[in-house]
């Protein structure tokens, strides 16, 4: 087949693909203003194909691993665009526990409409609260899902959605941040990846 890759070439692109995954990581956990991500680095960051198969992750929480291509797959047959971001904790649809919350950026290669969906990058970071009825979310004597804290199904994320997110929890500015901070680890996944295919 000519469009084989040579073993030199798919180890530079096993080495990048690797390097951007960890650079994401680090972006979330320098940027995030909460301990669980800055000092526990409790947070996972990873690349998928078009298909919502994982192309490459960095080494981090195996929980978040081994559970976010299903969160990727909960959004897969949505519609979508450059710039969108969709946001989950719904352990029915992807998620984990409800501090766990993952942001899904669609990647895409070319502009305007000749724009093709290449993948995605997704980053999952436990946030210090939830909503619910106790700090922290997940009180004891919780008998459904949602007295645990706030349920997100695949939603798309706007600025104004996860504004009035981080108002529904405990300390908004810090929920907020750690958001915005994960939306930034997924940029700069999109940015390595537009790299490669350059």
Known sequence: MTDRLDPVTLQVLVGALRAA???MGAVLIRSAHSPNITERHDCSTALFDAAGELVMQAEH???HLGSMPDAVGAVLDERHGPGDLWILNDPYRGGTHLPDVTLISPLFAGRGDDAELVGFAASRAHHADIGGPTPGGMPAE???LEEEGIV???T???DE???QLAHRMRNPPQRL???RAQRAANLVG???LQELLD
Do not use: G, Y
Request: glycine fraction near 0%.
């Open 21 to 23: 995954c960890d650079e």
């Open 61 to 63: 929480i195996p929980v």
């Open 142 to 144: 919780s008998t459904t």
């Open 152 to 154: 997100i199904p695949p």
């Open 156 to 158: 798309r994320a706007t």
């Open 161 to 163: 959605f996860l504004t």
């Open 177 to 179: 941040a750690d958001l």
């Open 190 to 192: 999109a940015r390595r």
